[in-house]
């Protein structure tokens, strides 16, 4: 009879320790959010975190602010800003209308690598030679831009 009581707590432990390991095992697993594309991820001049085009890879999700430094056709623009490569970055999309030069807007899209030939008939590029500095470069294919004019 000693042994029959001694199993049923021996049971409960069991039950009880299995209880607590698996407990402490999913408090201990989570999965790992995903980066925000709005997160600072380079260090400024000031020591304080901004967003660059060169923390960025293809693919990427990217949304900014900046001037519009030039227009090349309709849908493919040029916007400069502190956080932007020094050539600028090119934007291909954009409104039907199209954009004005020193136009503030605010553009989302995805980072893409340029290559005249790629991209030429669908955004109605002309004249490659105008778009030699931004060859093999990053550049933003726009999904929405938003003109504060």
């Known amino acids: ?51 660059t085009i060169a923390a ?7 949304t900014t602010t900046a001037a519009v430094t030039s227009v090349l056709a309709l849908r493919a623009f040029v916007i400069g800003d502190a956080d932007l490569p020094d050539r600028g970055l090119l934007v291909l999309g954009g409104p039907p209308g199209g954009v004005r030069e020193s136009s503030l807007v605010t553009v989302s899209g995805v980072i893409d690598r340029f290559e005249f030939d790629r991209f030429a008939d669908r955004y109605g590029l002309q004249d490659p030679r105008r778009y030699d500095r931004f060859t093999d470069h990053k550049i933003m294919l726009a999904e929405d831009v938003h003109s504060w004019r």
């Open 1 to 51: 009879m000693h042994d029959k009581q001694r199993f049923p707590d021996s049971g409960r432990r069991f039950v009880l320790m299995a209880l607590i390991g698996c407990l402490a095992t999913a408090g201990c697993h989570s999965s790992p959010e995903p980066p925000s594309p709005h997160l600072p991820s380079a260090p400024g001049p000031s020591g304080v975190l901004v967003d």
């Open 56 to 62: 960025r890879r293809v693919g990427d999700r990217l």
